[in-house]
């Protein structure tokens, strides 16, 4: 891993939750793990007032280590909606590169309310600050949500690209800065024994679950306005089902992986009006008891209107209608006060073609299962059938168990410090291309119409602690199979997972 080339991370949204919780930390491990550039800076940007030290002070007491990252940090306070404090910032940025003795490239993030995606790019390249040199980079980070739908993300990718060129353009979706999640491109691609099983004539069907035990604490007024739908399912699972189901590409390049992942978008199979209730589920959390204590049902979350109609529960199955698919249900599902916070992948096989050990000698019914664990524990299973030991042949689930951890001594990295490190390379296969992303909400675009519009779709209330509306447990098809549960024993402690 070779260190980027000098830079300034130009922080807009400096005093917030994200900076602090995410950015600063994973620039502090990039520090740490000596993978930051021999001379870099980070100016943070916002209105509130602070000078250099103020900030630096900020910062620091809500890091748990403040660490060397601290000394590094700067900030600029100026209107991020004036033109002219453009200038300044400008000015600014002149400044502390002649003080640090570079000529750094500039890698501004938009961590500000997505209000400001089309104003401050436009705002940037009015004060020259998007203009390449050689070996200089001028590039760009947005955070979701990119669009609100289709229309607003189509206007929002020609708006950044009236101002900077396509690879200037850093779409993050911190799920693919997941380890786990990139070594599900490995997992497939690097071993010869998942490829000729990896399509219809072998896969039964793929389930995705990224469930999260949290309600929406803070960020009810944001959520509000999103649901479960908007923010997580056209993002963080749209990618996961396109990496699950992706071509391989014939070379590793950000190009080639994102062009697999776009053919998989475009052949999602449209849901019309008339395949919802079979296909999308939604629900929002009510209040009930968890292991004794008492939770509050989203209605009564901080900004949260009383009548709210926003789902913090979404459970979909969908189709690719390609060669490799065709036929294969994906379910994928997303909720908030679920059981526990886990996120897996899981590839059920179909059962062998002549049943030799039935089932009331206590023989599995299902066929094989591969568990791909993005979250948390992180790792893969195989569960396959092993005769029990003694007279007749009964089967039973036996698992073939990889914990990720065991790999190696070394932790997992956070995925914003992969993320940063990889933008400042120029690297951008992390990154979501904006094709990919309005083929997505094209996707999804249907079904938000139809919730807006067709007011008696029902919203399913389900009890925090619950794994979502019972009706959800219906929707795979097959009697024998549901929803895998990702957690031992629910009843003694919700919160331990089993791989
Ligand atoms: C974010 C969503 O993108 O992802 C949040 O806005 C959600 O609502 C979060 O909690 C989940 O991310 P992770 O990495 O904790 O699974």
Redesign the pocket.
């Known amino acids: 891993m070779y260190k980027p080339a000098d830079h300034i991370i130009i922080i807009f949204g400096a005093s917030g939750d994200l900076t602090r919780r995410k950015l600063i930390p994973a620039l502090g491990e990039l520090q740490k793990l000596g993978l930051l550039p021999d001379r870099f800076a980070v100016l943070g940007v916002g209105r509130t007032n602070f000078d250099d030290t103020s900030y630096r002070e900020m910062i620091s007491s809500h890091l748990e280590e403040p660490g060397e990252i601290i000394p590094l940090l700067y900030y600029h306070s100026m209107d991020t909606k004036s033109e002219e404090d453009f200038g300044g910032l400008a000015r600014r940025l002149d400044q502390l590169s002649q003080e640090l003795k570079i000529n750094p490239s500039y890698l501004f993030y938009l961590a500000t309310p997505p209000s400001l995606y089309e104003t401050i790019p436009r705002l940037l390249s009015g004060a020259g600050l998007t203009r390449e040199g050689k070996g200089i980079f001028r590039r760009i980070i947005v955070e979701?949500p990119f669009g609100m739908d289709h229309r607003s993300a189509a206007e929002l990718n020609l708006a950044l690209l009236s101002h900077l060129e396509e690879h200037q353009v850093y779409r993050i979706d911190?799920y693919l800065g997941k380890e786990s999640v990139q070594n599900l491109l490995v997992t497939r691609f690097s071993n010869g024994i998942f490829e000729p099983l990896w399509n219809r004539n072998f896969i039964h069907h793929v389930e995705i679950t990224?469930a999260?035990s949290l309600g929406v604490g803070t960020r009810g007024g944001y959520y509000d306005n999103s649901g479960a739908l908007r923010?997580?399912l056209q993002n963080?699972l749209l990618q996961l089902v396109g990496l699950v189901a992706m071509e391989p590409p014939t070379v590793i390049s950000s190009d080639a992986i994102r062009n697999e992942v776009l053919k998989v978008f475009q052949s999602f199979r449209p849901i019309t009006i008339n395949d919802l209730p079979n296909q999308v589920i939604r629900g929002q959390y009510m209040a009930s008891h968890v292991r004794g204590e008492a939770m509050k049902g989203y209605r009564s979350e901080e900004d949260v209107p009383e009548n709210s109609r926003a789902e913090t529960f979404v459970a979909m199955k969908l189709y690719i209608d390609n060669w490799r698919w065709g036929g294969v249900p994906f379910y994928i599902r997303t909720g908030k006060r679920l059981p526990t916070k886990v996120?897996e992948i899981v590839v059920h096989f179909k059962p062998s073609p002549h049943k030799l050990f039935s089932d009331h000698e206590g023989g599995t019914v299902e066929g094989n299962r591969l568990v791909i664990r993005i979250?948390h524990d992180e790792g893969i299973l195989l569960k396959f059938g092993m005769k029990v030991q003694g007279a007749g042949f009964k089967v039973q689930d036996a698992n073939l168990d990889f914990h990720y951890k065991d790999l190696s001594d070394s932790y997992i990295p956070e995925a914003y410090q992969r993320l940063l490190l990889d933008c400042m390379q120029g690297d951008s296969t992390l990154y979501t291309r904006g094709d990919a992303v309005e083929a997505a909400w094209r996707f999804v675009d249907p079904v938000l119409t139809a919730w807006k519009e067709d007011k008696s779709i029902p919203l399913h209330g389900y009890p925090c602690g619950s794994w979502g509306p019972e009706i959800a447990d219906q929707m795979i098809e097959g009697k024998e199979y549901t929803w895998r549960c990702p957690c031992k024993n629910l009843a003694d402690d919700g919160l331990y997972c089993e791989l």
């Open positions: 979701k911190h990224s999260e923010d997580m963080h996120s979250q």
